[in-house]
């Protein structure tokens, strides 16, 4: 089987006012009708935020269901890894994400990184096969986040974590530590939409499953 990325579209659009990238690209002639089941293993980057984290993993979720994939959310899979007592630190590595879908046994695994999350936000989603730990799908956007942005969890200047998959350096957070609350706090409701709608763009080139005929 031929392992040729092809890529789906890279456009730059102007959304009122603000640059708008898009990225999406996929292992062409990988018959996709054999990923049934995809772990949501890791969102890191930006959102410090546990409870942001689920929702963005949430959103993905709802993206893959339309798709006609079984999504295990991230939120599932971390139970999952501590009633195991596995490990579930540096989840966005290659080697530790297939560990994990070896542990859940599904056939591939999702990775989101978010480096920027507040007037601007960047996002990359990238699933991988366990079986030969190849990319499968990668898609990217960076588009116009809520009004104002936020420091609420970390995010924009502040809010720069380890991208170790893809490669980028970034540098832990600046300023003083968050305290457990916040790390609690959930997305506003316009970042929420914000981030709802790039995961939206994003997963437009995920190819999708072949839902029977009842």
């Known amino acids: ?3 040729i990325v092809n890529t789906l579209a890279i456009v730059a659009l102007l959304v009122g006012g603000c640059m708008r990238t898009q990225e999406s690209s996929l ?6 009708t054999g990923v049934d089941k995809v772990a949501i293993v890791a969102v890191e980057g930006a959102l410090t935020s546990e409870s942001a984290k689920d929702q963005i993993a949430d959103f993905f979720s709802m993206e893959l269901l339309e798709k006609g994939y079984a999504p295990i959310g991230r939120a599932q899979v971390r139970a999952q890894l501590n009633e ?3 490990d579930v630190q540096n989840l966005t590595t290659i080697e530790k994400a ?3 879908g070896l542990i859940l ?5 999702l990775v989101v990184q978010i480096p920027h999350f507040g007037q601007e936000i960047s996002m990359t989603a990238t699933m991988i096969s366990v079986e ?3 990319t499968l799908w990668i898609a990217s956007e960076q588009g116009r986040g809520a009004k104002g942005g936020s420091d609420m ?4 200047k502040r809010g720069r974590g380890d991208d170790s998959l893809l490669g980028n350096p970034m540098g832990p957070p600046i300023g003083p530590p968050m305290s457990a609350g916040r790390n609690l706090l959930p997305l506003t409701q316009e970042e929420a939409k914000s ?3 790039i995961i939206q763009r994003m997963c437009k080139g995920l190819p999708a499953q072949e839902v029977p005929a009842w």
């Open 1 to 3: 089987m031929k392992r």
């Open 27 to 32: 292992q062409s002639n990988y018959d996709f």
């Open 84 to 86: 195991q007592e596995a």
């Open 98 to 100: 297939v560990d994990v």
């Open 105 to 109: 046994d599904v056939p591939a695994v």
């Open 132 to 134: 030969d730990r190849s």
């Open 153 to 156: 969890f970390g995010f924009g």
């Open 195 to 197: 981030a709802q709608a």
